[in-house]
């Protein structure tokens, strides 16, 4: 494969500052060192790529002259000696394009490798996971009526009517065989589900079977009837709404799988055993030190793609090649997938809106919605899908 071909036109310099670092990241405080890192990288290619302006610049004028020479001069030697100096600036100039192209190389491989190694943090930030811990599990009150007032000791009731007439009942005695009563209540109230009916079918015996002497217990009966709906109602609208956020959090975790084998197979590449990168990385706080320890990481990049060429002259730029995609592929799908979660907390925000005013869970909803308010907030200061998407598609610019 001639990679040079397929490179050039869309690889360019993987060093802009802002385009390696567009996620919000607050929860990384290394991001400093990052940009410092990949700001030494830009700077080093600009007086690289300055110097090497100025060869070919001074190339192109020598063989400018030597052709008006060759056009002007009638003596055989003297044009055979300019014609000869023609042929080797020529040469100079392929080896300073050639240059050009491992400087280029280099560079988008080191950069490559520090965003690399920063993407272990962007991916499962520590506050953002603990806020929607505290979120899912509000959730789980919300939708569970045992924590509302009343409704353990009132079951209780309705569990002993069920048992004591079950024998009368198909439909009482198949849903007593359906749940089983534990010390956890909540382990036998179907919100959801063909059992739901029976549920449902059993309640409105019960209330039925209470008579005007027991119009407080009728009246509790026909209030937790209602909430046991209105949360089965709720349950429901929330399910492909929760089923979207389980399968975006199922992606996420396997994205990460895979960022750990992209990352070991570069640090492999490098010579970096996981042990050493984990303790002058991933657990060292000194900034310097982490500082000094990514520009080693990035010169021992530099190296190797150097290596790589004196190798392989002729496909050293394939396995380089296809290390930047990798990059820049987990780039795009952790992009991706921070944009379906920005999406996935705006539907759960109408879902809530909608409940939030219901006389009967509207109070429980509205705490809710400040903790998802808390998450969105969260996710807001540490990630921008759409700019950090923006950024991962122009990784590479022409050269």
């Known amino acids: ?223 937790m009837f209602e909430l046991t709906a209105k949360l089965s109602q709720f349950v429901h609208d929330k399910s492909d709404v929760e089923h979207d956020w389980q399968t975006i959090t199922k992606e996420l975790s396997e994205m990460h799988t895979h960022y750990d084998t992209v990352l070991y197979q570069n640090l492999k590449s490098l010579g970096i055993s996981p042990e050493e990168f984990d303790q002058r990385f991933n657990k060292e706080s000194d900034a310097e030190k982490r500082y000094a320890y990514i520009t080693e990481i990035r010169k021992k990049a530099s190296e190797l793609v150097a290596s790589q060429k004196a190798l392989q002259p002729k496909d050293w730029k394939e396995n380089i090649y296809f290390s930047l995609m990798d990059v820049q592929s987990l780039k795009l799908r952790f992009g991706q997938i921070t944009f379906r979660m920005s999406e996935n907390m705006d539907e759960y925000q109408q879902l809530l809106k909608k409940y939030a005013k219901d006389p009967v869970i509207g109070e429980k909803v509205s705490t809710l919605q400040k903790k998802l308010n808390e998450l969105k907030e969260v996710f807001d200061n540490a990630f921008n899908p759409l700019d950090y998407l923006h950024s991962a598609t122009r990784m590479y610019k022409v050269t």
């Open 1 to 223: 494969m001639d990679m040079k071909k397929i490179l050039l036109p869309v690889l360019g310099v993987l060093i802009g500052v802002a385009g390696f670092a567009q996620s919000k990241d607050t929860l990384d405080t290394g991001k400093s060192v990052r940009e410092k890192v990949l700001a030494d990288i830009q700077s080093t290619l600009e007086k690289k790529t300055k110097a090497i302006d100025s060869t070919m610049l001074k190339l192109d004028q020598k063989v400018d002259s030597l052709d008006l020479s060759i056009r002007v001069t009638s003596n055989a030697r003297e044009k055979a000696d300019k014609l000869f100096d023609r042929v080797q600036a020529l040469e100079d100039k392929q080896k300073a394009i050639e240059q050009n192209e491992l400087n280029i190389f280099q560079a988008n491989y080191q950069a490559a490798v520090v965003n690399l190694v920063y993407m272990d943090r962007e991916i499962k930030p520590v506050v953002l996971f603990k806020t929607s811990k505290e979120f899912f599990e509000l959730l789980t009150e919300t939708t569970n009526p045992t924590y509302y007032p009343g409704y353990n000791d009132w079951y209780k009731q309705f569990h002993e009517f069920v048992e004591k007439n079950k024998k009368s009942s198909v439909s009482l005695t198949v849903f007593s065989n359906m749940v089983n009563y534990t010390s956890t209540v909540a382990s036998s109230i179907p919100l959801g589900g063909p059992v739901t009916v029976l549920f449902f079918s059993g309640l409105e015996t019960y209330i039925n079977s209470l008579g005007k002497k027991k119009k407080e217990l009728r009246d509790q009966s026909e209030k």
